[in-house]
């Protein structure tokens, strides 16, 4: 598909109006949806999340998804939210400032999604209702019971021209309408319908067929049979107008197909003749390790019809070597220990043998025990609330065979904060001692700090080292302030600055993470390439290394994972804009100072490097996800660029006939390019 995957998360738990009860899980749902579909391991979707804002701004997010969008995209919107009925059975949809007698103007209208929904130029479009329509009301007036109204019935078929489009909805179902300015049913229950679809996504459960590839009507089918099966009173339905089978997700739930052993092996394994019977085991058991998994299965199949139907001799061989394919894992028993509350730990589950033997599925028994598959094994995560032991299974399924492997704990309260010590007032002596002396006051601990990665720490430490370095370095050569500036020493304070910059950025807790990374290695990327003096060679490496630290701190920050999108908006074309004119210019200024002196076609190819660096950083740095590194990294292409053009500066002759105009573009543009980054940066933090 070469169209885009657009996902909009609308999550309203929050209202203003007292009247509205609030709801626990929208927020819960919108991160945890988020999550698992912009992971490009599961589905390539861009998420935008929309999270407690009022009936204006929802609207407005609505109609900018479907009105840019094109035909072969893919949209997908995903309410949670109170849904409310009005006195003509109209349906709406509950923003933070909805108030309940006055739904036309402070909630967002059905028939106005129904509206967005019919002007998109998208094929392929998907709406997800997780809304609570009965239970909206706090405690007020009479409630009056209309009967049950048909959700559906406000995104009816038709009139998509042939474009597709998909609704599917948690209940179908409004128990109640309102009367007066408050609701009447202060029950809210948790959301199971969002849980079921973030679980079949991630998981691949969804994936019926088994075919790699979680279809819309398979993630139906999957939710209806979840949903019914934790709530029997809550029944999804659907209305699916869609051309052809449209596919969400990726999923590991591939059914593998035996490739047929070849002819003689076969003829072998049934040959009269014991011996070579024992043969065509040796030889299967060789294709059992096999990386081809096809192979490995019907090698794996013929072996088991040996083990059950052979002489005692054959079959004891044949069942030893399916044996060394059988599903296990590296431990059977996961042990978290003692967890305190509110903290999510990670633990791991490593499988081992041949490549059939790791090719598995793997299921939780509970909610509460998150299984995402991780290369040759699964990374499992605890989210467990209430106190006491616990122990939950997670089965492993292969092709031949499966285990189960037990996990167990204790989840324990949180530590209680030691209470601040009184000021003690000391008595006047007394002729007695006290014989119950008071105990001694113990000074409240300071709170444990969280420890920054080493990785991090030693990011920051080596750019500092190269932007000491490079003072030294360019003072040392210099006699006096008038001889560092003629001999261009001032050419490495743009980079003393930015290395200093970028080294600082990797302490704060708040841009450690991303920011200071991705500064780190966009600046590294131009301000390392091969120039000027050989004394810059260790600043450089220093760089270098930086670089390398930081991008292994960002590896082990298993909250998030670096990946690649689209450009999305005009600050993204504005920096591609001014990268190809800065590398314009640098072209520009390669081809005179060449034509000049030929003797000067090295320092010529230096201006070509840069000019291509330029363009691969700031092409990397708009891809980049998530926004925030990739925004970092674009802000450190530009300084970096600004630190090589204020050096060839340096090393351009003084004649005439050089005229520095592509110079003078180059640097132009890339303070373009960080002003741009800026504005990204600002617009990142709104």
């Known amino acids: 598909m070469t169209g885009e995957r657009r996902a909009l998360i609308?999550?309203?738990?929050?209202?203003?109006?007292?009247?509205?009860?609030?709801?626990?899980?929208?927020?819960?749902?919108?991160e945890a949806l988020a999550e698992v579909l912009a992971d490009r391991t599961i589905s390539e979707f861009?998420?935008?999340?929309?999270r407690d804002e009022t009936a204006h701004v929802i609207a407005g997010r609505v109609e900018d998804l479907f009105a840019d969008s094109a035909p072969d995209d893919v949209l997908l919107v995903h309410f949670s939210c109170h849904g409310l009925k009005s006195e003509s059975g109209e349906l709406f949809f509950a923003a933070r400032n909805t108030r309940p007698e006055r739904l036309a103007s402070t909630a967002v209208p059905a028939d106005f999604v129904q509206r967005c929904m019919r002007m998109s130029r998208s094929r392929s479009i998907v709406l997800l209702l997780d809304c609570c329509y009965g239970g909206a009301f706090s405690q007020g007036v009479a409630v009056r019971a209309t009967g049950e109204a048909?959700?559906?019935?406000?995104?009816?078929?038709?009139?998509?021209?042939?474009?597709?489009?998909?609704?599917?909805?948690?209940?179908?179902?409004?128990?109640y309408a309102f009367e007066g300015d408050h609701l009447a049913d202060d029950h809210v229950r948790p959301s199971v319908f969002t849980s079921a679809l973030v679980d079949g996504l991630r998981t691949g459960d969804a994936d019926r067929d088994e075919d790699g590839w979680v279809?819309?009507?398979?993630?139906?089918?999957?939710?209806?049979?979840?949903?019914?099966?934790?709530?029997?009173?809550?029944?999804?339905?659907?209305?699916?107008?869609?051309?052809?089978?449209?596919?969400?997700?990726?999923?590991?739930?591939?059914?593998?197909?035996?490739?047929?052993?070849?002819?003689?092996l076969r003829a072998a394994s049934e040959d009269?003749?014991?011996?070579?019977?024992?043969?065509?085991?040796?030889?299967?058991?060789?294709?059992?390790?096999?990386?081809?998994?096809?192979?490995?299965?019907?090698?794996?199949?013929?072996?088991?019809?040996?083990?059950?139907?052979?002489?005692?001799?054959?079959?004891?061989?044949?069942?030893?070597?399916?044996?060394?394919?059988?599903?296990?894992?590296?431990?059977?028993?996961?042990?978290?220990?003692?967890?305190?509350?509110?903290?999510?730990?990670?633990?791991?589950?490593?499988?081992?043998?041949?490549?059939?033997?790791?090719a598995c599925r793997f299921a939780s028994s509970h909610s509460w025990l998150r299984v995402t598959e991780d290369g040759d094994g699964a990374e499992i995560v605890l989210d467990q609330a209430e106190l006491g032991a616990f122990e939950a299974r997670v089965t492993v399924t292969g092709p031949t065979g499966e285990v189960v492997v037990r996990v167990e704990g204790q989840v324990v309260r949180e530590p209680e904060p030691v209470p601040?010590?009184?000021?003690?007032?000391?008595?006047?002596?007394?002729?007695?001692?006290?014989?119950?002396?008071?105990?001694?006051?113990?000074?409240?601990?300071?709170?444990?700090?969280?420890?920054?990665?080493?990785?991090?720490?030693?990011?920051?430490?080596?750019?500092?080292?190269?932007?000491?370095?490079?003072?030294?370095?360019?003072?040392?050569?210099?006699?006096?302030?008038?001889?560092?500036?003629?001999?261009?020493?001032?050419?490495?304070?743009?980079?003393?600055?930015?290395?200093?910059?970028?080294?600082?950025?990797?302490?704060?807790?708040?841009?450690r993470r991303m920011v200071g990374p991705g500064t780190l290695c966009g600046l590294t990327l131009l301000s390392a390439i091969p120039s000027g003096p050989v004394l810059l060679v260790l600043a450089d490496g220093?760089?270098?290394?930086?670089?390398?630290?930081?991008?292994v701190s960002v590896r082990r920050d298993r909250s998030?994972?670096?990946?690649?999108?689209?450009?999305?908006?005009?600050?993204?074309?504005?920096?591609?804009?001014?990268?190809?004119?800065?590398?314009?210019?640098?072209?520009?200024?390669?081809?005179?100072?060449?034509?000049y002196s030929s003797s000067r076609a090295d320092e010529g190819a230096i201006y070509v490097v840069v000019a291509i660096m330029l363009l691969v950083g700031t092409m990397f740095g708009v891809l980049l996800r998530p926004a925030a590194f990739g925004i970092a990294f674009l802000g450190g292409v530009a300084g970096g660029g600004i630190v090589m053009v204020c050096m060839l500066f340096y090393a351009m002759p003084s004649s005439s006939s050089v005229t520095g105009a592509g110079w003078g573009i180059a640097l132009s543009m890339v303070l373009v390019l960080a002003v741009v980054a800026g504005f990204a940066a600002r617009k990142g933090n709104g």
């Open 560 to 595: 998030f994972r670096l990946g690649l999108g689209k450009p999305r908006d005009a600050l993204a074309g504005a920096a591609i804009v001014s990268a190809l004119l800065g590398a314009l210019g640098l072209v520009m200024e390669a081809v005179e100072i060449t034509s």
């Open 420 to 511: 601040e010590p009184r000021p003690v007032h000391t008595p006047a002596p007394t002729p007695e001692p006290s014989r119950n002396p008071d105990p001694p006051v113990l000074p409240k601990p300071e709170p444990a700090r969280p420890k920054p990665d080493p990785f991090a720490v030693a990011a920051g430490l080596l750019a500092f080292t190269a932007a000491v370095y490079l003072v030294v370095i360019a003072f040392a050569l210099s006699s006096s302030v008038e001889d560092f500036f003629e001999d261009g020493g001032w050419a490495v304070l743009p980079l003393v600055l930015f290395a200093i910059g970028a080294g600082i950025a990797m302490f704060p807790p708040k841009t």
């Open 150 to 175: 048909n959700v559906l019935d406000a995104f009816p078929a038709g009139g998509f021209g042939g474009r597709g489009r998909a609704v599917i909805t948690a209940s179908n179902s409004i128990e």
């Open 46 to 50: 861009d998420v935008q999340v929309v």
């Open 272 to 358: 009269q003749n014991m011996f070579t019977r024992l043969g065509a085991v040796t030889e299967l058991q060789r294709r059992l390790t096999s990386e081809n998994l096809s192979v490995a299965i019907g090698a794996h199949e013929v072996l088991t019809t040996m083990a059950q139907t052979d002489i005692r001799h054959v079959a004891e061989a044949a069942d030893l070597a399916r044996r060394d394919a059988r599903v296990r894992a590296g431990s059977e028993v996961v042990r978290f220990g003692e967890v305190v509350r509110g903290t999510r730990p990670v633990a791991r589950i490593r499988l081992e043998g041949p490549p059939i033997a790791r």
């Open 215 to 264: 279809a819309l009507g398979e993630l139906y089918d999957y939710l209806f049979d979840s949903v019914r099966e934790r709530n029997p009173n809550q029944t999804p339905s659907r209305d699916i107008e869609m051309q052809g089978e449209l596919y969400l997700a990726r999923s590991r739930r591939r059914r593998i197909k035996p490739s047929p052993v070849p002819a003689d």
């Open 542 to 551: 220093c760089l270098i290394a930086a670089a390398v630290c930081a991008l």
């Open 10 to 30: 609308i999550a309203n738990g929050e209202y203003d109006n007292p009247g509205l009860s609030a709801l626990r899980s929208p927020a819960a749902d919108a």
